[in-house]
């Protein structure tokens, strides 16, 4: 059975966790094992349990309780649900940009690189993306468009952070995904490696010799300057996506989803 807790008091520590920690203090790199994140709304809250997450406590409107919430609820046990009613969450900051419901959870041991890939014909690689707003929309597009993982540089925003699972409407918990220090481990597992870039030697994305490769890894570049130089040629292929009316260049969350669309596998 839930256990309910009327919000009386906004300093108390229980509610740091959604109203004063940053996001490095939830990752918390020291004890990566005492790590947490916030999942935000019902669906992506459900998509989070699904994954085998762990709830640690819930913040939520109190009439959800009896109505989006109880499912919820019910796969929960007796964790804290701290409850008020929605004028007065909004008090805690960013509780406005929810649908009534936030859940703490604890973070898992992120797998292997082989282990992400194990099985995978197709991947994304992200180099330094530093948006949460754009890892959440990659994220989700390769969700949608038929991605088997996703792969992250260290330098990259975490996939956990808020803003990053919100954009991705929970996708995070259903596309494998981890860190890769360099394309190397990804060639070593079997796969050509295609740099998404604007470079003068490159070959169409609709080129065909991409779609007949049994295992690709489409990498993509950071916000504004794209991939580094020795990325680009430590790849089998550059790919260029052709454009018109004198556009040179697509934000990089956009461009993924051209690439998976084009490029994925069969869904």
Known sequence: ???????????????????????????????????????????????????????????????????????????????????????????????????????????????????????????AVLEDVMNPTNVGAIVRSAAALNMDAVLLTPACSNPLYRRAIRVSMGTVFQVPWTYIEDLDQLKQLGFRTAAMALCEDTISIRDQRLHSIEKLAIVLGTEGEGLAEKTIADCDFTVKIPMSHGVDSLNVAAASAVAFFQLGGEV
């Open 1 to 123: 059975m839930a256990n309910i807790i009327e919000i009386t008091d906004f300093s108390a520590p229980e509610l740091d966790v959604y109203a004063r920690l940053t996001e490095g203090q939830l990752l918390n790199r020291e004890f990566p094992e005492r790590g947490m994140f916030i999942a935000e709304s019902p669906k992506v809250i459900q998509r989070a349990l699904d994954a085998g997450f762990q709830p640690v406590s819930i913040l939520m409107e109190r009439k959800h309780i009896d109505g989006e919430g109880r499912e919820i609820l019910a796969r929960c046990g007796d964790i804290p649900v701290y409850t008020a009613q929605f004028d007065i969450l909004t008090r805690l900051t960013g509780f406005q940009l929810t649908r009534g419901m936030l859940c703490a959870m604890r973070r898992k041991p992120l797998p292997t690189v082989a282990e992400v890939c194990k099985n995978a014909r197709r991947v």
